[in-house]
């Protein structure tokens, strides 16, 4: 044995070097080709991080969190199949309005303001909805770091934030951080961030009891998700196979989607906003079965969220087109859809990137920064509507 390399062993090395890097190019090109996961396989991928603190990826210490708010309210308003609970937390008084008449039969009377007259209020009323899907907890981040930010000025990080909150104490603020806590709690990685389009497949939709994936969007193809055939239970889902995005809003199968529904109509809200995530950029989504003119003002405020986005040197989408429903996969009436049937709230969806490996990598910080500059965009296009 000698210390020195000779030539042989550099060509070795070289051949030894060149036949990992190979294998490693292989295996990350392959996961396109992996259609299946076991639940061992699952937690095995999930990487050694530093999760950071002002990171909230389960609802466990939730209660705990939400005891200690001095400056809101705070109620339970369901609890799911689980047996946990659903929160709503406001901040501001809410006005009192007249209220005659449910939201369709005032449209149908010609006259939305016997349903509400949302024009006499003084402050604008903004709805957010935490995740329904489980896996996309950046929303369950952003909602809690934006109620530490109402209560102190200050995010999770420590970083000051007062301008944010001076904007929110000019609304009335409802949110609902935890939209589906069953497939919360199911979704052990706490965040897919560094992680890659498979994990998210297992962890999102879920698989069949021979471990194949149930993909997107096959995993809509039943519901409710049950049956001997049925896996590992994605968290998409709460514990009885209820996918909240997707209820029957006409009679509902599950405690979450009626829950986000009422406080819609009870408080009216002028925007609201169900938040999810996705592998790409930051996009506001196209809502279906609204007017053209609620189409067009959720266009309106994507440009101001996108510009908002740019100038902080933050990850942004394309902009939906406003058009008609229709053509040969139109868009479902989801949860976004009934928010604005039954409020007359302009409704919309939010994804928002997870930090995957092989999608659009944005880190832990860029992910709180993308969460808090949309709540940003939409407290200033609500005050902005309101001095006009
Ligand atoms: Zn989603």
């Known amino acids: 044995m000698t210390g020195k390399t000779t030539r042989l062993d550099r060509i070795v090395f070289a051949i ?34 530093k999760i950071p603190n002002f990171w909230i ?28 609970p659903m929160h709503l937390v406001t901040y501001g008084q809410k006005e009192k309005l007249g209220h005659k008449a449910n939201f369709n039969s005032a449209i149908g009377g010609r006259e939305p303001a016997s349903y509400m007259d949302k024009s006499a ?4 009323v903004i709805l957010f909805v935490g995740p329904v899907h ?9 909602l809690v770091n934006f109620i530490n930010i109402m209560e102190n000025g200050e995010d999770l990080r420590g970083k000051e934030q007062s301008k944010l909150r001076d904007l ?5 603020l409802l949110i609902i951080p935890d939209g ?25 939709q879920g698989t069949w009891s021979d471990d194949t994936f149930c993909g997107w969007p096959q995993s809509k193809r039943r519901h409710p998700m049950a049956g001997d055939d049925v896996g590992f239970l994605g968290c998409y889902f709460d514990d009885k196979g209820i996918n909240p995005m997707h209820d029957e809003f006409f009679a509902p199968m599950g405690p979450e989607s009626p829950a986000i529904l009422k406080v819609a109509a009870e408080e009216g809200p002028d925007l609201a906003v169900s938040l999810h995530s996705h592998e790409s950029k930051p996009a506001v989504l196209r809502p279906a079965y609204v007017t053209t003119e609620v189409q067009q003002d959720i266009r309106s405020l994507a440009e101001r969220c996108y510009a908002l986005l740019a100038e902080r040197g933050l990850p942004h989408g394309g902009f939906f087109e406003v058009s008609s429903e229709g053509g040969k996969n139109p868009s479902p009436f989801n949860l976004t859809s009934a928010l604005y049937h039954i409020s007359g709230a302009n409704s919309f969806t939010f994804e928002c990137p997870h930090g995957l490996k092989d999608g659009c990598r944005v880190d832990f910080e ?5 969460q808090l500059t949309l709540y940003e965009a939409m407290i200033r296009h609500e005050i902005e509507k309101k001095k006009l």
Do not use: H
């Not at 210490?61 to 199949?81: D, M, Q, Y």
């Not at 860029?366 to 993308?370: C, M, R, V």
């Open 121 to 124: 209020r003084k402050k604008p």
């Open 16 to 49: 030894i070097f060149f036949v990992m890097f190979s294998i490693q190019c292989f295996a990350e090109a392959d996961t396109d080709k992996i259609n299946g996961m076991t639940y061992e396989q699952a937690m095995k991928r999930i990487p050694e991080r």
């Open 168 to 172: 929110g104490l000019q609304c009335r």
């Open 180 to 204: 589906n806590p069953d497939g919360i709690a199911r979704f052990e990685p706490r965040s897919l961030c560094g992680m890659e389009g498979i994990d998210l497949r297992f962890w999102g």
């Open 134 to 142: 489980g896996a996309e907890v950046e929303a369950l981040t952003g």
């Open 366 to 370: 860029q992910i709180l920064d993308i």
């Open 57 to 84: 990826g389960d609802v466990a210490g939730l209660p705990w969190r939400l005891e200690k708010l001095t400056k809101s309210e705070v109620r339970t308003i369901a609890i799911s199949p689980g047996g946990r």
